[in-house]
């Protein structure tokens, strides 16, 4: 059964990333097809004629639609991790170390080319081969109860809900850019999530 034409597009026509690497372009495709279309009626066979290779390509790139979504999903929480860990080496106060974090955070929920994060509730993701991309969000996570349990002073036990309403604070972003029909300029809405993260850690 052939996929529907407006999936497909000849390998001859531009590149959907004229400077990335053929790995690269599978993942833009991958992305796009499941923010738009859902991850259960994407296929590997529309992933690769979007790209306009063979099915036996994308395989050498990646060997199950499951990797190519895992890969999607570490690429929206490791960066933000990686931050987390430099900003834990820079000497500044809680407060500033929390706000740059959000900024941080919700840049890279805003900046990607597709909006990747509204697959994080799939149920798919309680998996096996998402089980690195859950300890990595996890791991996200508890750097903020931190952060948020250093401004706010509190007990560890009470900062982990401050710390996770602030971690739900960022990630709504995902559903403002799937739900609102346009946005704020990214550095406004990256400053308004930061100013509203410290008042919560500040209040608790």
Known sequence: MSSAPSVGRPRSGARRLPVGTAREEIL??????????????????????MVGVRQASLYYHFSTKEQILAELLESTVRPSLAYAGQLALEALS???????????????????RWNVGILYALPEIATEPFTRFRA????????????????????????????????????SVIGMRRD??????????????????????STS
């Open 28 to 49: 833009d495709a991958a992305a796009e097809l499941f923010a738009e279309r859902g991850y259960a009626a994407t296929s590997t066979r529309m992933i690769a004629e």
């Open 136 to 171: 990595e969000r996890e791991q996200l996570r508890i750097a903020y109860r931190r952060l948020v349990a250093a401004v706010a002073g509190a007990a560890p036990a009470h900062a982990e809900v401050t710390g996770d309403l602030v971690f739900g604070m960022v990630e």
């Open 94 to 112: 809680p407060a500033e170390a929390l706000q740059a974090l959000v900024r941080y955070d919700v840049g890279i929920l805003l900046g990607a």
């Open 180 to 201: 609102l029909p346009a946005l704020p300029p990214p550095e406004q809405l990256e400053q308004s999530v930061a100013a509203a993260a410290l008042r919560l850690a």
